[in-house]
């Protein structure tokens, strides 16, 4: 009995080159996959484009002076809530709030 030794050398061959092939195949998708997955996006939803309609153009968005002068009362402990006007404006912001998404 005799066997061909380079018919099965050569099929060995394509088996690892296919196998190779596939395997840059994969880290090649691979690459584009995790390139994919770097890329940043937002979408913002209906709602929250309503929401950002309700802040007037111009208004600043951060009063610093006035968020010191909070801390330092907070701090001292000499700041006080008026419960009645904090009612009036949680009111009016759920007001505005339903009015933005009816």
């Given at each position: 009995m005799s066997l061909n030794i380079n018919r099965q050398a050569t099929q060995k061959n394509i088996v690892i080159e296919k196998n190779q092939a596939q395997k840059q195949q994969d880290v090649g998708k691979k690459e584009v996959d995790s390139a994919d997955k770097n890329k940043d996006s937002v979408q913002l939803t209906s709602q929250a484009k309503s929401l950002n309609k309700m802040q007037p153009a111009g208004e600043p968005q951060v009063n610093k002076q006035r968020v010191e002068s909070l801390k330092a009362a907070i701090l001292?402990?000499?700041y006080k809530i008026n419960?009645?006007?904090l009612a009036e404006k949680l009111s009016k912001f759920e007001g505005d709030i339903g009015k933005a998404f009816a």
């Amino acid at each position: 009995m005799s066997l061909n030794i380079n018919r099965q050398a050569t099929q060995k061959n394509i088996v690892i080159e296919k196998n190779q092939a596939q395997k840059q195949q994969d880290v090649g998708k691979k690459e584009v996959d995790s390139a994919d997955k770097n890329k940043d996006s937002v979408q913002l939803t209906s709602q929250a484009k309503s929401l950002n309609k309700m802040q007037p153009a111009g208004e600043p968005q951060v009063n610093k002076q006035r968020v010191e002068s909070l801390k330092a009362a907070i701090l001292n402990g000499d700041y006080k809530i008026n419960t009645e006007r904090l009612a009036e404006k949680l009111s009016k912001f759920e007001g505005d709030i339903g009015k933005a998404f009816a």
